[in-house]
């Protein structure tokens, strides 16, 4: 490819060449990669990995934007436009998530989920929940200190002295549905289902923020709550 | 801008073509649409009750090797605008081509992982996570379609007889800018949706 003569022209277009275009797309892929590696074959810490990754995502976007975009070279007129509407949505995601973000973080993630235990918990429960429905207590065993899974049939437990079936048509009937298919709330039965119970005790207990679901810890005792759970994953409706 | 230009450039008081001002106050638009679908994803995607959640369901090596593409369609892109400002026809036709099966590729390979999504369970319904999710990828895909269709008629145009030579390469120019902005939405998009665990 030969050199066009760029130089004597008129400042028509960005004075980058075609091996630096290729050079530039090189580097891209590099950093690709890097980034793949990072997560897949690094066992980094969760705030290395993701502080790692912004960086080389922002350089990524910096440079198409500079080079591929010729925001470099352009009339600065559009590189105040581009950062203004940039400025502002960045502006809305910290502000959106300075707003919601706890609400996850405290009652999903950590509660439930972020534990190696909790993870094999759910597949043991995973396992568990085909085929019979008569020994909950197989998917209960890794929940310490939450009072254990009740033995027996689940449908036959006791809250607050009702029949669990009849305190879920009291209290949960109206958002989840008599049939439990869901209305405003979403279905709760045993094939939909397939987090391990630690996840829907914690919902049960303390709510979900954004949604219509109330915390029930005030006034059900964990007894209550783990009742309720082997209800809703292992008892038909 | 240029004396030697056979369109008809309007004098204007940015001293800007305003088509490419055009441009980028869209491109600064979008980045409010994006901003604002990657934070709802950002804050739903820890709130589903149900599964399946995005660990057990994404494809890392499938989805990188689409984002290696999409990547490379950038290339080939700006190389395309580099071919009509320097007057070189052929090679315009060519990196536009290119560039339009790169982004065909991509929408292939994200119709599949709907697909498969959908298999197993993950429908847009299913819980916060999958809704978020399809709404974030598939504006971003209708992003992609869409810039399909507009390098397509590009492609179109300079078939003609006095189709895209030097003298309208602002038309492939903001082209351009459309389909590296779809990039790099897709860079942040793979970055906070499927990497950051």
């Known amino acids: ?237 | 801008m240029s004396a030697a230009s056979h369109e008809v450039q309007h004098h204007t008081t940015t001293g800007v073509d305003n088509r490419k001002m055009l441009m980028w106050v869209f491109l600064a638009s979008e980045c409010l649409f994006f901003g604002t679908l990657i934070s709802t994803y950002l804050i739903f995607k820890g709130q589903s009750l149900v599964g399946p959640l995005p660990e057990e369901v994404f494809d890392i090596v499938l989805t990188s090797a689409s984002t290696f593409i999409l990547l490379m369609s950038s290339l080939s892109m700006v190389l395309a605008v580099y071919a009509v400002q320097h007057g070189r026809p052929t090679m315009m036709k060519a990196m536009l081509l290119l560039t339009i099966v790169m982004g065909l590729i991509f929408l292939g390979g994200q119709v599949y992982e709907f697909r498969h999504f959908n298999h197993i369970g993950l429908g847009l319904g299913q819980n916060q996570f999958s809704a978020s999710f399809y709404v974030l990828t598939g504006f971003h895909g209708l992003h992609v379609g869409v810039g399909v269709f507009y390098l397509i008629s590009l492609l179109i145009g300079s078939t003609r007889r006095n189709g895209l030579g030097k003298d309208r390469a602002l038309w492939v120019d903001t082209a351009g800018l459309y389909w590296h902005f779809v990039d790099i939405v897709w860079i942040v998009i793979f970055t906070l949706v499927y990497l950051i665990p």
């Open chain 1, 1 to 237: 490819m030969e050199h066009q003569q760029a130089a004597a022209h008129h400042e028509e277009h960005p004075p980058t060449t075609i091996r630096q275009y290729i050079l530039i797309g090189v580097i891209l892929a590099i950093i690709t990669v890097v980034e793949l590696a990072l997560t897949e074959a690094f066992d980094l810490e969760t705030r290395t990995l993701v502080i790692l990754l912004v960086a080389l995502s922002s350089v990524k976007f910096a440079i198409v934007v500079a080079l591929f975009m010729h925001l470099r070279f352009d009339n600065p007129l559009f590189w105040r436009l581009f950062a203004f509407g940039l400025v502002l949505a960045g502006s809305i995601l910290v502000a959106l998530l300075a707003l919601f973000w706890g609400d996850h973080q405290e009652s999903r993630t950590v509660a439930a989920y972020a534990t190696p235990g909790a993870v094999a918990a759910h597949a043991a429960a995973g396992d568990d929940d085909h085929g019979d429905e008569g020994t909950p207590a197989a998917g209960g065993e890794a929940t310490p200190g939450e009072g254990g899974a009740p033995a027996g049939d689940p449908a036959a437990a006791v809250v607050q002295d009702m029949p669990v079936g009849e305190f879920f048509q009291a209290n949960c009937a109206a958002c989840h549905g008599a049939d439990r298919q869901g209305v405003v709330g979403p279905a709760l039965t045993p094939e939909r289902l397939t987090e391990p119970d630690e996840f829907y005790h914690d919902t049960i207990a303390n709510g979900r923020t954004g949604t219509a679901m109330p915390p029930w810890s005030p006034q059900l005792s964990d007894e209550d709550i783990n009742a309720l759970v082997q209800f809703i994953k292992h008892v038909e409706p």
